[in-house]
């Protein structure tokens, strides 16, 4: 009843999305709603937005404000951000939630329904026209509470939608796995038991699994079989894992996303959620553990290797979750969000 309200995904405002993964996936195209998703309702263009729009050209993307607004209020928006050297399109009274517009912005981006994606802070408009547009749709928090009366009138009604929506994802959540990549020190293993006792789902390691097989650690079967041969049974694992069914949560090690054959796995496995960490941290783990397989001792070969590593997680994984700086449950907070 309510799924054409549905967004694709919901963020905590359009400053905390991670494009450059969007960017990686293949994604060039983005529409934005102006009032109560990139400023206040009403503000003119500030030093967020416009810091905002330059790193997204910088990516690569482009970019179309499709606001419902009259021209006075989008025009002026527009030129405060294009006067400091920001490439951008507007469309005003786009009539939202009508497809004509969307479709206008994507032919004045060059860009098509399958590389597009849409920010906005409302359902019935923002994110009901992108997806009639068939466009791929962020909802994001509004920024201030302080709203027109025809909005605020719409927002008990949109809280019942959401309520739906996330009802239906944690059904949808009981049919699949949850996978959990990421390098030494985001606490993998810990956020991984606490999602399985709260989601009610089996708790699985595949380097533990790897031990059992072997009967002998993975530093040990590194040391006596070599890389290629670890890699080949984390291959067999997955296939296992796969055959297994749902409902578990699935912590792999750090190197495993790193082969073909795994990713394609990894994805068929579930839904994919990478742990990301700072160079900083992942230095303080290799002082608890200095003997882990194949890292390098010096902090800028592992600073290398963590760049290569974090490169091909934000290309598998569904969303990126920071685990600098917070506890077990705060990161189990925002990956349930996720879902």
Do not use: W
């Not at 939202?96 to 849409?118: E, H, V």
């Amino acid at each position: 009843m309510f799924s054409k309200f549905y967004p694709a995904e919901m963020a905590e405002s359009s400053y905390d999305i991670d494009y450059e993964s969007l960017y990686k996936q293949g994604y060039r195209g983005l529409i934005y709603d102006i009032d109560n998703t990139l400023v206040e309702h009403g503000v003119d263009a500030n030093e967020q937005v416009i810091a905002l729009f330059r790193r997204l050209n910088e990516i690569g993307f482009r970019i179309c404000l499709l606001s419902n607004n009259k021209a006075p209020r989008v025009r002026r928006f527009y030129r405060g951000v294009s006067i400091k050297g920001v490439h951008l399109h507007y469309i005003f009274n786009a009539h939202k939630p009508s497809r004509k517009n969307y479709r206008k912005a994507m032919l004045l981006m060059k860009t098509t329904k399958k590389n597009t994606l849409f920010i906005g802070d409302q359902l019935f408009t923002d994110v009901y026209g992108a997806n009639r547009a068939g466009i791929r749709s962020f909802l994001v928090k509004p920024i201030s509470k302080r709203e027109e009366i025809q909005i605020v009138l719409k927002r008990p009604l949109e809280k019942l939608v959401l309520f739906f929506y996330r009802k239906d994802r944690l059904n949808r959540l009981k049919n699949t796995n949850l996978v959990l990549i990421g390098f030494m020190g985001t606490k993998k293993e810990a956020v991984g038991r606490k999602l399985a006792e709260d989601f009610g789902y089996e708790y699985i390691e595949t380097n533990r699994l790897i031990e059992e097989k072997m009967n002998m650690p993975v530093k040990e079967i590194f040391a006596t079989k070599g890389e290629e041969f670890f890699r080949e049974l984390e291959v067999m694992v997955l296939r296992e894992l796969v055959r297994k069914g749902k409902r578990n949560v699935i912590v792999t090690g750090s190197g495993m996303p790193m082969l073909e054959k795994s990713q394609r796995r990894l994805r068929k496995l579930g839904y994919v959620i990478c742990l990301s960490v700072s160079d900083e941290n992942v230095m303080e783990a290799i002082k608890d553990e200095p003997n882990r397989a194949l890292m390098p001792a010096d902090e800028k070969g592992v600073q290398n290797v963590l760049t290569e590593y974090m490169f091909v997680y934000r290309m598998i994984a569904h969303r990126v979750v920071s685990t600098d700086d917070r506890s077990i449950d705060e990161i189990v907070n925002e990956a349930r969000q996720c879902l």
